[in-house]
């Protein structure tokens, strides 16, 4: 299986730049995609999908979210945080079955 | 707009069976994908199962031969029968549209939970 590796937590400053990462075992990039997707979860509610394929945004989705990254190595940026923002976030792969996801990233406020 | 509505949970024994149902609108629904995907109680994320739109199936290891995923088109109702269930499958149960193995649009989900 495919393992995802993102760090617990974040804390930032509203109006700051938020940097999450996240790790695959391996690569999860083909020669036309990459196949890795953000989601975020707010307390209480389901999530929902951020970006797609490395760098793609969702539909309604502000662009303060970006997405970059191949092979292993992806990022999620949020600039500038909002207080709306606050919520852990999640990286997928879609590379390989099973469908595995990160251990998500809490985004707190500093 | 997409709407994916679940049902069926609830608080069941171990070793009993439960059905879940998830309710579509908004789509094509027999033109997609479907997927089961699970959270434990303060945990991350887990994907549990898939159906294509021409009902082939696969299962994460864990609940391999214990769940059956299915679907009528006909209903727009895609379906998760958990059989012989453990305290470990306690978790809130989302159903949810697939893109190219992502997920798209989500249920709000279903609470699980497997106690005596």
């Known amino acids: 299986d495919i393992v995802l590796t993102q760090s617990p937590a974040l804390a930032v400053s509203l109006g700051q730049r938020a940097t999450i990462s996240c790790r695959a075992s391996?690569?999860?990039?083909?020669?036309?995609?990459?196949?890795m997707h953000w989601y975020q979860q707010k307390p209480g509610q389901q999530p929902k999908l951020l970006i797609y394929?490395?760098?793609n945004l969702a539909s309604s989705i502000p662009a303060r979210f970006s997405g970059s990254g191949s092979g292993t190595d992806f990022t999620l940026t949020i600039n500038p945080v909002q207080a709306d923002d606050i919520a852990t976030y999640y990286c997928?792969?879609?590379?390989?079955?099973?469908?595995?996801f990160g251990s998500g990233t809490k985004l707190e406020i500093k | 707009a997409v709407q994916l509505v679940e049902s069926g949970g609830g608080l069941v024994q171990p070793g009993k069976s439960l059905k879940l149902s998830c309710s579509a609108s908004?789509?094509?629904?027999?033109?997609?994908?479907m997927h089961w995907i699970r959270q434990a109680p303060g945990k991350g994320l887990d994907w549990v199962a898939y159906?294509?739109?021409?009902?082939?199936?696969v299962y994460a290891d864990a609940v391999k031969e214990r769940f059956t995923i299915s679907r009528d088109n006909a209903k727009n109702t895609l379906y998760l029968q958990l059989n012989s269930l453990k305290s470990e499958d306690t978790a809130i149960y989302y159903c949810?549209?697939?893109?190219?193995?992502?997920?798209?649009?989500w249920g709000q989900g279903v609470m699980v939970t497997v106690s005596s």
């Open positions: 949810a549209r697939s893109f190219r193995y992502y997920f798209d649009y």
């Open positions: 908004g789509f094509t629904f027999s033109s997609y994908g």
């Open positions: 159906i294509s739109s021409s009902s082939g199936t």
């Open positions: 391996q690569s999860v990039s083909t020669s036309s995609y990459n196949l």
């Open positions: 394929d490395a760098s």
């Open positions: 997928q792969q879609s590379r390989e079955l099973p469908l595995t």
